[in-house]
T-cell receptor, first 108, second 115 residues
């Protein structure tokens, strides 16, 4: 099955800093999602981005499907950005496969 | 538009008991997927139901089962609970088609503790 690797596993930032999270996947996909898991455990949808670039406020994402990777950019980070960020992929109607996540801590 | 609703949010059981978790998908969504999240294993796929049929199944023992009703609501059941079943159980729904899972939207989860 598809393998998903996220890096870095942990990231500590000062408030206001920018960051880039990476997601590599082992096979072609037609679905890629980025999630933020809040402290209560809910997975919040950030982007549905099988290819191309999208932006939503301070967050943006780029997926280069031909090279099998996706990047999540967080600019001007805030303490509320803290949490775990997951990348998940699948193809067709197969199950969504998750990476192990990047744990982000933003310090005031 | 209401999101995915999971009940109960928290529950405590003892070894050997069974548990049933419920998931109401977003209106119009025909697919419901279940995931187990533990600190050691991360997010692992349990099963997916599409139009009342189990379409995909993860690598879990037969103690884990599920079903989907005609209104797309889904339940999962775990029988003969073990300590290792303690986890956050997450349900997701999507506007899936027969050949595409679509974008998944998750509920707040049911946190199960087995003593």
């Amino acid at each position: 099955g598809i393998q998903v690797e996220q890096s870095p596993p942990d990231l500590i930032l000062q408030e206001g800093a920018n960051s880039t999270l990476r997601c590599n996947f082992s096979d072609s996909v037609n679905n890629l999602q980025w999630f933020h898991q809040n402290p209560w455990g809910q997975l919040i949808n950030l982007f549905y981005i099988p290819s191309g670039t999208k932006q939503n406020g301070r967050l943006s994402a780029t997926t280069v499907a031909t090279e099998r990777y996706s990047l999540l950019y967080i600019s001007s980070s805030q303490t509320t950005d803290s949490g775990v960020y997951f990348c998940a992929v699948n193809s067709g109607n197969t199950p969504l496969v998750f990476g192990k996540g990047t744990r982000l801590s933003v310090i005031a | 538009k209401a999101g995915v609703t999971q009940t109960p949010r928290y529950l405590i059981k003892t070894r050997g008991q069974q548990v049933t978790l419920s998931c109401s998908p977003i209106s119009g969504h025909r697919s419901v997927s279940w995931y187990q999240q533990t600190p050691g294993q991360g997010l692992q796929f349990l099963f997916e139901y599409f139009s009342e049929t189990q379409r995909n199944k993860g690598n879990f023992p037969g103690r884990f089962s599920g079903r989907q009703f005609s209104n797309s609501r889904s339940e999962m059941n775990v029988s003969t609970l073990e300590l290792g079943d303690s986890a956050l159980y997450l349900c997701a729904s999507s506007l899936a088609t027969s050949d595409n899972t679509g974008e998944l939207f998750f509920g707040e989860g049911s946190r199960l503790t087995v003593l």
